[in-house]
Nanobody, 117 residues
């Protein structure tokens, strides 16, 4: 079993920055894929960014050039640096992890990001 704890959400003005972090903990697991999703009110959850164990990254078109995903493999942590934030980035952001044994998929509890003046 893997537990995910997210941090770093909050209220920021348009053009500002936030950094999200997600720490995975548990026993006897091996993560091979980590990512961030978001869900705005009335919309479906969507992929924001992901990073594989090879450090290959993938971004939604809407965040390319503004968001950067990274991971600290030794500490089972994934980060999402969000710059040049826009009001349309407002959503609950969820950490997502695929891990062995299984593999199994895990979700964090979500952290609110609000971009507003």
């Amino acid at each position: 079993q893997v537990q995910l704890v997210e941090s770093g959400g909050g209220l920021v003005q348009p053009g500002g920055s936030l950094r999200l972090a997600c720490v995975a903990s548990g026993s006897s697991f091996s993560i091979y894929h980590m990512g961030w999703y978001r869900q705005a009110p009335g919309k479906q959850r969507e992929l924001v960014a992901s990073i594989a164990s090879t450090r290959t990254t993938n971004y939604a078109d809407s965040v390319k050039g503004r968001f950067t995903i990274s991971r600290d493999i030794a500490n089972n942590t994934v980060y999402l640096q969000m710059d040049s934030l826009k009001p349309e980035d407002t959503a609950v952001y969820y950490c997502n992890v695929f891990a062995y044994p299984g593999p199994r998929q895990y979700w964090g509890q979500g952290t609110q990001v609000t971009v507003s003046s």
